[in-house]
């Protein structure tokens, strides 16, 4: 037996009104729109629904014909979710989601291709995405490394990498080294010439001929100038 009408307004409102976590459970707030649309299906012998959203809300309108036949037009408004209560689904999402779910193929094609999305965003900013840009990205993270020569080495490599058209590695690049962070800020002067300036922090000290870097129990921070591709001996202040 459909709901009165009455029931229906009371439940729904106490949709729009939830504001607990969880509260407006798929049961509840599926139960208050099929007994809706149980009573409508009952009242209407032979009419009109729409779902209407202007300044008034966003609800249902329905006509439908008297016994005398005449139409006659009835609006229910429907409890809209806002910033600080829960209610039903507004007539934009509602819009979206029926484009979305048209066919089940499209939708389960765009779930998966919006989880990919999400899970390559990650990626980019945590600078692990083959895709990082140092130059556009919050960061590139170049690898885990076991010794301070592999290190060294890659960032001797940031410098002619950097010079390619992509300019993936000219920003804040990120290695590791036996649970050990650096950073790696590089800056480029001029592509075509290959003059950059490197600059590296972490628990690191100067090499002999300070062309190198060894690795240190105190934190440092060392620059060179990089001309021609070639790089500079380091430079800095350490904290000795």
Same mark, same amino acid.
């Given at each position: 037996?459909? %709901?009165?009408?009455?029931? #229906?307004?009371?439940?729904?409102?106490? *949709?729009?009104?939830?504001?607990?976590?969880?509260? @407006?459970?798929?049961?509840? *707030?599926?139960?208050?729109?099929?007994?809706?649309?149980?009573?409508?299906?009952?009242?209407?012998?032979?009419?009109?629904?729409?779902?209407?959203?202007?300044?008034?809300?966003?609800?249902? %309108? !329905?006509?439908?014909? @008297?016994?005398?036949?005449?139409? $006659?037009?009835?609006?229910?408004?429907?409890? !809209?979710?806002?910033?600080?209560?829960?209610?039903?689904?507004?007539?934009?999402?509602?819009? %979206?989601?029926?484009?979305?779910?048209?066919?089940?193929?499209?939708?389960?094609?765009? #779930?998966?291709?919006?989880?990919?999305? $999400?899970?390559?965003?990650?990626?980019?900013?945590?600078?692990?995405?083959?895709?990082?840009?140092?130059?556009?990205?919050?960061?590139?993270?170049?690898?885990?490394?076991?010794s301070i020569e592999e290190v060294n080495a890659? #960032?001797?490599?940031?410098?002619?990498?950097?010079?390619?058209?992509?300019?993936?590695?000219?920003?804040? +690049? #990120?290695?590791?080294?036996?649970?050990?962070?650096?950073?790696?800020?590089?800056?480029?002067?001029?592509?075509?010439?290959?003059?950059?300036?490197? +600059?590296? +922090?972490? +628990? !690191?000290?100067?090499?002999?001929?300070?062309?190198?870097?060894?690795?240190?129990?105190?934190?440092? $921070?060392?620059?060179?100038? !990089?001309?021609?591709?070639?790089?500079?001996?380091?430079?800095?202040?350490?904290?000795?």
């Amino acid at each position: 037996m459909a %709901k009165e009408l009455s029931d #229906i307004i009371t439940r729904a409102a106490e *949709v729009r009104d939830a504001t607990l976590s969880a509260e @407006n459970t798929a049961e509840r *707030v599926g139960g208050v729109l099929c007994d809706l649309l149980e009573y409508l299906a009952g009242m209407i012998a032979a009419g009109d629904m729409q779902v209407v959203a202007d300044a008034e809300g966003t609800g249902l %309108k !329905v006509t439908f014909r @008297n016994a005398q036949g005449q139409a $006659i037009a009835r609006r229910l408004n429907l409890p !809209v979710v806002s910033a600080s209560a829960g209610g039903l689904l507004s007539s934009e999402l509602l819009t %979206k989601l029926s484009a979305a779910y048209t066919q089940s193929g499209t939708n389960q094609t765009a #779930i998966e291709t919006r989880r990919l999305e $999400i899970a390559e965003l990650t990626e980019r900013l945590k600078g692990r995405s083959q895709y990082s840009n140092a130059f556009t990205d919050p960061q590139v993270f170049l690898g885990d490394f076991e010794s301070i020569e592999e290190v060294n080495a890659a #960032i001797d490599g940031l410098v002619t990498q950097a010079a390619s058209p992509e300019t993936k590695y000219t920003g804040h +690049c #990120i290695v590791g080294l036996a649970g050990c962070r650096f950073d790696i800020h590089q800056y480029a002067l001029h592509f075509a010439t290959g003059d950059f300036v490197q +600059c590296v +922090c972490g +628990c !690191v000290k100067l090499g002999a001929n300070a062309d190198s870097l060894l690795q240190d129990g105190l934190y440092n $921070i060392f620059f060179r100038r !990089v001309r021609s591709f070639v790089p500079d001996e380091w430079k800095g202040n350490p904290s000795r």
